[in-house]
C-alpha cells in the first residue's frame, strides 16, 4: 500500500498473536520500549481460532502488572485489524505513538534520554 | 419430665405453648434485654435468647438469660457451635445449669461472615446434632463427652431448629429425624409464610411418627413493612416469602402495612393450631418485641397458664 | 496438589527492599500446575522486580533457578555452591518447600512469593478449587465421595444447615452447598439412606488441631 507509519515502531513478527507471552511484553519493557502493543486479527477470524483470544487476556494480565509497579498499564494495548487493513495498521500505529509521546519514556530510563522505541507483534 | 422446665411441663400436659425470642444488646447495658423481657414475659412460656445471632458479636445469651430468669422468666439458652469448642460448650452447659436454666436450643450458628468479625476463626468442633447429643448424654448419663463422672447432673430440656424452606426440601425431614434421634426434644421452626410447604413438611414428618415424638412450634415473624418483606425474600437464604404475600403487603397503604403484617401472622397462628403435629407456636417479632403480647392476644393464646 | 498464588509484587519488593542479588528460585511441583510458582514464573516475577527497581533508580540481580520440587532434600542440595553468593532468597514453591529451604540455608534470609492456599484441583484451566483439608480422618466413604469438612463451610458432618438454598450456601451465592451435593450424588447411586444415619462427633486430633503433624515408615527407612 506503501502508506507510512511513524519510524518509532519497531515490528516484531510472529505467526498468531496467541504466541505473545507475558514475558515477552514484561521483557520488552526491560529493555527499554516506551511501549508496546500487540496487533492481532479479528476477533473470529483467528487462523487458530482463539489465539487472538488468549492475547488480549495476556495484555490484560501485564496491564495490571504494569499499573501495579508504576510503569503504567496504558504503555501496552492490544488492536484487532485484518491483514488487509493497511490504512488501519497506519491509525493505529499514529495512535500509540501519540498515546506513549504524552506518557513520556520508559520511567526505567534515567531523566534525560531521547531513546525511545516501540516493539508491537503483528500477525502477518 | 427430664428437667425443671416450664415449657417442658406445658408441652407434655398438651396444651398449645408460646414461645418467642429476644436478642441481647450490642453492648454491656443490662437495662436493654430487661425491658424486652418486660414487654413478652406475660405472653410466654419460654423466651429464647439469641447466640451472637448473624454473627453480630452481642453480649452472651448466657448472661442475658440470666438476667431474664432473675426477672422470673423462663429463659431458653440458644447456643451455636462456631464459637466453641466441646469443652467451652460442656463448661458452658453445667454453668447454665447451675444458674436455674433449664431449656437450651441446639444450633450450628450463622457462618462468621455475616456479621462484623468476618475474620474470625470458626470454631464448628461439632454440629447441632452433636451438640444435641452432648447434652443429652450429660444429662442422661451423667458423664462428659470424655467420659468422666458428672458431680451434680445438667437436667435441660433440649431444642433444635428445623427449616422446611431451606433445601434439599426432600432431606429437610430426614435432618429432623435425625435430630429426634439424637435427642431433640422440642422442635422451633424458621418463620413460615408459605403455609402450602409447610403443610407438605408437616405430611413428611407425621408420616415418620416425628410429631409423636418431638414437640413441633411453628414460627412465625410479623412482617414491619414491604422493604422488610422483600429483603426476607431475597436476601435470606433459607426463608420463603411467596409472591402472593408480597403483593398482599404492597396492596395496602404504606401507613396500614405494619397492622396488615400483624393480621398475617395471627392468621397464620391459627392455622398453626389447626395443625395435626404442631403443639405450640414461636414468635420472632425481631425489634419488634412490643408486638408479641398483641400477636398472642389477638391469637387467642392469653392468658398464659401459670406456673 | 498444593495450590498457591503469586503474592502481591508491592509485598515482595517490601521484603527485598535491602538486597540487590537475589536469588529466585521456582518449583516443578504443585506451584507449576497451578502458575504459581514454575519456571515461568520466575521469569515473569524476576522480570517485573527488575522493572520495579529500574524504576527506583536502583539496579537488582537475580538468578533464575527452577527446582525439580523443594520439599526433597536432594533437590535442595542443588543450590548448596551457589546459594551464599547471594543476599537473600525469594523461594515462590509452596510454604513447605520455602521452610524447608530456610531450614537447610539458614545463614541467608528466605522469602516466600507465593501465598499457600489450599489442597485441590484443576476444575479447568485457569480455575482451581479446594477439595481437602487434610483432617487425617478421610470420611469421604461416608459422604459418596464429596468432603464434608472442606465442601460444607460450616464442616457440619450432619448437614445441611437452615441456609442451603437452591444448592447454594449461605455465606456466598457462588458457593455450592456441600451437603446439597452430598446429596445429589447419593441419591443418583439410590444410597440416600446412608444419610440416615448419625455421623459422630469428629476426632479432630489428627489434623492441624493436634499440633504438626508427622509420618513414619520404618519399613521404608534407610
Redesign the interface.
Known amino acids: 500500500m506503501r502508506l507510512s507509519y511513524p519510524t518509532n515502531i519497531k515490528i516484531i513478527k510472529v505467526p498468531c498473536t496467541g504466541k505473545v507471552d507475558v514475558l515477552y511484553l514484561l521483557k520488552s519493557f526491560q529493555n527499554g520500549a516506551d511501549g508496546v502493543y500487540v496487533a492481532g486479527c479479528m476477533e473470529g477470524d483467528c487462523h487458530y481460532l482463539t489465539g487472538n483470544l488468549r492475547a488480549r487476556k495476556r495484555v490484560e494480565y501485564t496491564k495490571k502488572i504494569l499499573d501495579d509497579i508504576g510503569i503504567g498499564g496504558d504503555r501496552i494495548e492490544i488492536y484487532n485489524m485484518s491483514a488487509a487493513q493497511g490504512a488501519r495498521f497506519v491509525e493505529v500505529a499514529n495512535e500509540m505513538t501519540e498515546r506513549i509521546k504524552a506518557l513520556g519514556p520508559n520511567p526505567i530510563k534515567k531523566r534525560g534520554s531521547t531513546e525511545s522505541g516501540k516493539d508491537p507483534s503483528k500477525e502477518e | 419430665m427430664t428437667s425443671k422446665s416450664n415449657l417442658e411441663r406445658i408441652l407434655e400436659k398438651g396444651d398449645f405453648a408460646v414461645t418467642s425470642e429476644c436478642g441481647p444488646p450490642r453492648g454491656a447495658d443490662p437495662e436493654i434485654i430487661r425491658k424486652k423481657g418486660k414487654l413478652i414475659k406475660s405472653s410466654v412460656d419460654a423466651i429464647n435468647v439469641t447466640d451472637n445471632q448473624t454473627s453480630m458479636v452481642r453480649m452472651s445469651s448466657f448472661s442475658s438469660c440470666i438476667i431474664l430468669k432473675e426477672m422470673g422468666m423462663n429463659p431458653v439458652l440458644q447456643m451455636v457451635t462456631?464459637d466453641r469448642n466441646?469443652i467451652a460448650i460442656q463448661s458452658d452447659i453445667l454453668g447454665a445449669a447451675a444458674l436455674g436454666i433449664n431449656n437450651i436450643l441446639c444450633l450450628?450458628?450463622?457462618?462468621q461472615?455475616?456479621g462484623d468479625h468476618d475474620t474470625a476463626k470458626?470454631v464448628?468442633?461439632?454440629?447441632?446434632?452433636?451438640l444435641i447429643?452432648?447434652v443429652k448424654y450429660m444429662r442422661d448419663e451423667g458423664k462428659f463427652?470424655g467420659g468422666d463422672e458428672l458431680k451434680g447432673i445438667p437436667k435441660f430440656f433440649i431444642g433444635a431448629?428445623?427449616?422446611p424452606f431451606?433445601?434439599?426440601f426432600e432431606?429437610r425431614v430426614?435432618?429432623l429425624?435425625?435430630k429426634v434421634?439424637?435427642g431433640a426434644q422440642f422442635i422451633q421452626t424458621?418463620c413460615i409464610y408459605n403455609l402450602d410447604r409447610f403443610k407438605i413438611w408437616m405430611e413428611q414428618v407425621r408420616e415418620r411418627g416425628l410429631h409423636e415424638k418431638v414437640h413441633i412450634l411453628g414460627g412465625v415473624t410479623p412482617i414491619k413493612s414491604l422493604g422488610m418483606a422483600k429483603y426476607m425474600k431475597n436476601m435470606v437464604?433459607?426463608m420463603d416469602v411467596p409472591d402472593e404475600l408480597i403483593a398482599r403487603i404492597k396492596g395496602v397503604d404504606k401507613e396500614k402495612r405494619a397492622e396488615e403484617g400483624i393480621k398475617i401472622c395471627v392468621e397464620t397462628i391459627q392455622q398453626l393450631k389447626e395443625m395435626e403435629g404442631i403443639h405450640g407456636v414461636h414468635i420472632m417479632a425481631i425489634e419488634w418485641e412490643e408486638m408479641v403480647a398483641e400477636i398472642a392476644k389477638e391469637a387467642g393464646l392469653l392468658p398464659r397458664p401459670s406456673e | 496438589m498444593i495450590i498457591g498464588e503469586g503474592k502481591p509484587i508491592k509485598d515482595i519488593l517490601v521484603m527485598i527492599k535491602n538486597y540487590s542479588k537475589i536469588l529466585l528460585i521456582g518449583c516443578r511441583g504443585c506451584v507449576t500446575v497451578c502458575s504459581a510458582g514454575g519456571e515461568k514464573e520466575v521469569g515473569i516475577l524476576a522480570s517485573v522486580l527488575s522493572l520495579a527497581r529500574k524504576k527506583e533508580g536502583k539496579e537488582i540481580e537475580i538468578r533464575e533457578v527452577t527446582l525439580e520440587r523443594q520439599c526433597d532434600p536432594e533437590y535442595l542440595e542443588e543450590i548448596r555452591s551457589f546459594v551464599e553468593d547471594y543476599e537473600a532468597v525469594i523461594s515462590i514453591a509452596c510454604g513447605a518447600g520455602v521452610q524447608f529451604m530456610a531450614e537447610k540455608y539458614r545463614k541467608i534470609p528466605i522469602y516466600p512469593g507465593i501465598n499457600t492456599n489450599f489442597i485441590g484441583v484443576t476444575e479447568e484451566q485457569g480455575i482451581w478449587v479446594e477439595r481437602c483439608q487434610a483432617c487425617g480422618n478421610c470420611k469421604l466413604h461416608l459422604t459418596g465421595g464429596i468432603c464434608p469438612i472442606t465442601k460444607c463451610s460450616k464442616s457440619l458432618l450432619n448437614g445441611p444447615c437452615g441456609g442451603s438454598a437452591d444448592g447454594k450456601c449461605e455465606v456466598n451465592p457462588e458457593v455450592e452447598c456441600g451437603w446439597q451435593l452430598i446429596y445429589d450424588l447419593l441419591k443418583e447411586q439410590g444410597k440416600l439412606d446412608t444419610l440416615e444415619v448419625i455421623i459422630p462427633i469428629n476426632d479432630w486430633s489428627t489434623s492441624r488441631d493436634g499440633g504438626p503433624r508427622k509420618i513414619v515408615r520404618e519399613d521404608l527407612k534407610l
Not at chain 2, 450450628?108 to 457462618?111: A, E, I, K, Q, V
Open positions: 462456631r466441646r450450628s450458628g450463622d457462618h461472615k455475616f470458626n464448628y468442633d461439632m454440629d447441632s446434632i452433636h447429643q452432648t463427652l431448629a428445623a427449616n431451606a433445601d434439599p432431606f430426614v435432618r429425624a435425625k434421634a439424637a424458621q437464604p433459607g
